[in-house]
């Protein structure tokens, strides 16, 4: 490969971060159209067995990360866990300033979360979702007959004034998506095929 080969490839590579960058604005500014909707208090389950309100959770925070984890059977939402675990003090209490508190939901039982997060060095406040309607709610379950089925997702909150609580924004979670940045090394690995599930 010549030199202006090498240059052409590298503006086009340009031209393709700039769309994908431009892309990204639009589909955060339309998952925030979904967003302004009134959420429910819900009671959650913590390790101990206690239960806590969602809006107690915030702490000394007005906004939210909630993120909707489908649990340790799905290796894939252990994955962005772990990558959430390496930097989500900096929205808590980072350098960057107290953005928003960050909490993980899952329909494991509790007793499952505490030791899955033990075994994975978790360190971020996580509870358990499994007696409450919260993913059926937000589209993060379904029902299959006699099965419920679980996807992961993000959602942004907002904890109001008078203590009320907004869904201000909330988006889906999947393999290749830039909240988990091992799928991007992946890819670009010389044995990858290209897919972002190896």
Not at 44 to 49: A, I
Not at 153 to 172: E, P, R, S, V, W
Not at 174 to 197: E, K, N, V, Y
């Amino acid at each position: 490969m010549d030199a202006t080969q090498t240059q052409d490839l590298k503006q086009q590579l340009k031209a393709k971060w700039d769309q994908r960058n431009a892309l990204n604005m639009e589909m955060a500014a339309i998952e925030k159209q979904l967003g302004g909707q009134a959420m429910q208090d819900y009671e959650l389950t913590r390790h101990d067995g206690s239960t806590v309100r969602l809006s107690e959770m915030f702490g000394e925070h007005s906004q939210m990360v909630l993120v909707h984890n489908m649990g340790f059977a799905c290796k894939y939402c252990s994955l962005w866990a772990d990558g959430f675990n390496g930097y989500f003090h900096h929205l808590e209490s980072g350098e960057y300033g107290q953005r928003a508190k960050f909490l993980l939901v899952s329909n494991d039982r509790p007793d499952q979360q505490l030791a899955g997060a033990k075994l994975r060095s978790w360190q971020f406040d996580m509870l358990s979702c499994r007696e409450t309607s919260l993913s059926m709610d937000w589209g993060y379950a379904r029902e299959d007959g006699d099965k419920v089925h679980y996807g992961p997702g993000m959602m942004i909150l907002a904890k109001n004034g008078d203590g009320t609580i907004t869904c201000h924004q909330q988006t889906d979670i999947c393999p290749g998506d830039s909240l988990m940045g091992l799928f991007h090394m992946f890819i670009r690995l010389p044995d990858s095929t290209g897919s972002a599930f190896e």
